[in-house]
Every structure is written in C-alpha cells, then in structure tokens.
C-alpha cells in the first residue's frame, strides 16, 4: 500500500520524506491556495517534486477538454514525477484519455462511485480518487466505495491504481487496505496518528522506568 501525504506545505512533505513515511504526494486546488502563498503555482510543485522522491499529484483549474489538455502538459513538463490530476467529468475523461496517449500520467479525482472509476479506468487514468470522507460526511459508505472499485477492477483486469482519498483518520486508512485499495492519502495530521499508540507509549515508559533502575549506559 502506497503511503501519499495529501498537501501542499512543504515543511510537512519536508518532514514526512525525511523520516521516510511516505511514497509520494497528492495536492489540490484547495491545498495549493493554502499553501503555496506568493510562489508561482508552477515553481511550488517542482519544490514539491524536489522534495519527494515519488509521484506528485498537480490538478489541472481549466474545465474544458483541451484547455485541460494544454494545462497537463505544461505540468507534465515541470518534472518527471508529475502526475496531472484531472476531474471526473465528461471533460476530464476526455483529457485523460489525450494526455495519456501522449504517455502523461494522470489521477483521476472527485471520484464518489465505482461506475465512475470504471470510466476513469476505461480512459486510461493510472489513478482513481475515490474520496471516502466526503461519502461519510453525506451519510453514504465511502469505505463500501472502495471494496466495489476493487472488485470491479479486478472482475475486468483494469490496471488503474485506487487511491483512496478524503481520508479523515486512522481507520479509514486501514479498512483502505483491507478493501484493497493500493494507496491512501493522508493529511499530514493522520499520518502521524497513524504512528501512536497508547500502549506503545506506555510500555516505552516502562522500559525506560526498569532500565534506570539497572542504573547503567549502553
Ligand atoms: O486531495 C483530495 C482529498 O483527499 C480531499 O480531502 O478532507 O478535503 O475531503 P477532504
């Protein structure tokens, strides 16, 4: 399972790509304008994509097909980890389908139901998105989401990668895997939570408690 941290800050990616956490990073409009301040939106992903060795999520703002197409491009062009992100409406589909004839990896997004991801599959998209928390957040079963992609995909043997996204917490992350989807992305909040334990903690303190007793240095 691919780990993705789901931002656009770099100290954050800074900081989970030094400590090795993370496979690649996934952004979006939204976490662009958190974060990327004065910067040309251009130079803050390929800061991104110097900063994590893996796969870099960039969304295209365009809404129409070829406009779509040319903002992919220009992405595409900024560094090899790029992959243009590209929403699932008719015309993202379409731009999907041009950019990876020309060999452009894309992550389809905004996905929230397995007819969807079987389009996004059947343009050639190399990632879906599902987003799990926002089907939550309307009282619908994300998680259910994910499982159906899986099976549709492997029912029909399509390649697309289930990125499963919108995820709000630890456990969506693990019922992620157990559906096997084959990444998440993570807020860098979740990430780190995914580290602790309250019982790690306190049998740390026990050691530590036992070996000052011993009164010895390795
Ligand atoms: O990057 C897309 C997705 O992960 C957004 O999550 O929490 O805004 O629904 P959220």
Redesign the pocket.
């Known amino acids: 399972m691919k780990i993705f941290l ?1 931002t656009a800050d770099l100290s954050e990616i800074r900081r989970a790509a030094d400590a090795g956490l993370i496979d690649g990073v ?3 409009p ?2 662009m304008a958190k974060s990327a301040g004065d910067a040309d939106p251009k130079d803050h992903f390929l800061e991104i994509c110097n900063t994590v060795d893996g796969p870099v999520s960039a969304e295209v703002v365009a809404l129409e097909k070829d406009q779509m197409v040319s903002e992919g491009k220009r992405l595409a062009a900024l560094h090899s980890n790029i992959v243009v992100k590209l929403p699932l409406t008719e015309d993202g589909l379409r731009a999907c389908r041009a950019l990876t004839a020309e060999g452009v990896k894309t992550n389809v ?1 905004l996905c929230f139901s397995a007819s969807q991801a079987l389009l996004a599959a059947k343009a050639g998209a190399t990632y879906v ?1 599902p ?1 799990v ?2 089907l939550d957040d309307i009282s619908h079963h994300g998680m259910e989401v994910i499982g159906q992609i899986r099976q549709v995909y492997d029912n029909y043997g399509l390649e697309t990668e289930i990125l499963a ?4 917490h630890p456990i969506h992350m693990v019922e992620s895997m157990l559906q096997g989807a084959d990444c998440g ?1 993570l ?1 860098p909040k979740v990430l780190y939570q995914l580290i602790q334990h309250p019982l790690t903690d306190k049998g740390l303190a026990a050691f530590m408690a036992d070996w000052k007793k011993l009164g010895k240095e390795l």
């Open positions: 789901d996934t952004t979006n939204s976490l997004t998105s987003f928390g926002r996204a919108s995820i709000r992305t807020p």
